[in-house]
């Protein structure tokens, strides 16, 4: 499945309008996921990660992010760590531990799996990896929304991030309830007042 997104953003006080795309892979129980963004004059950021489809949701294996450079996080779950290519200190890992690109898809899954279990209000947890380290992070359940994609009105749950520390991103995810809960809208606002918005442009195709 491929999803397209508009893509507009504030980068050092500058507007900008972009593209991003994001494909996804599934087969014989394991996955591939690629979310691609297109930044002007500093090229393209990717995220990518691969990893297992278990019962309990997705298993990442390996999680990749590149802008300039390339770093990794790999998930040992022999030895319960998550160890990143830069160094840094092994991080804990948790079953159900996600990285930045699967989390809002298995925030998707645990949705259609029980949506009366995630009321408005309600709160999920979920242990997040990025390629430096591995955090809880906490998602508030808004309500119901709906976007308008491609001409047709598609309703969607938001979440929200609730951000823990001073310097966490603050995040909006819309979700598709007609979409099988993929991401049809994802708003990132830094502390430093970037912001990238990201919203479906096509409804998804699939091959």
Aim: hydrophobic letters at 35%; proline letters at 7%; aromatic letters at 8%.
């Amino acid at each position: 499945m491929t999803l397209d997104y508009e893509v507009k953003a504030r980068a050092f006080g500058l507007p900008i309008t972009t593209t991003a795309q994001f494909i996804w892979q599934r087969q014989d129980g394991r996955y591939h996921g690629q979310w691609n963004v297109k930044v002007p004059i500093l090229g393209e950021r990717r995220q990518r990660s691969e990893g297992r489809v278990t019962p309990e949701g997705l298993a990442p294996e390996v999680y990749t992010e590149q802008v300039k450079s390339e770093k990794t996080a790999h998930f040992d779950y022999a030895a319960h760590k998550i160890r990143f290519s830069d160094g840094t200190p092994d991080g804990a890992l948790e079953p159900g531990t996600q990285d930045r690109l699967t989390v809002s898809l298995q925030l998707g899954a645990l949705l259609q799996a029980a949506p009366n279990r995630y009321p408005t209000g309600s709160v999920i947890i979920v242990q997040t990896a990025g390629v430096r380290h591995v955090d809880p992070w906490h998602w508030r359940v808004v309500g119901d929304e709906a976007l308008t994609v491609a001409g047709q009105q598609i309703p969607c749950v938001q979440l929200q991030r609730m951000p823990q520390e001073a310097d966490d991103s603050h995040i909006d995810l819309w979700l598709g309830r007609q979409l099988d809960y993929l991401p049809v809208r994802l708003r990132v606002a830094q502390p430093d007042g970037d912001v990238v918005d990201q919203q479906l442009s096509a409804l998804p195709q699939k091959p």
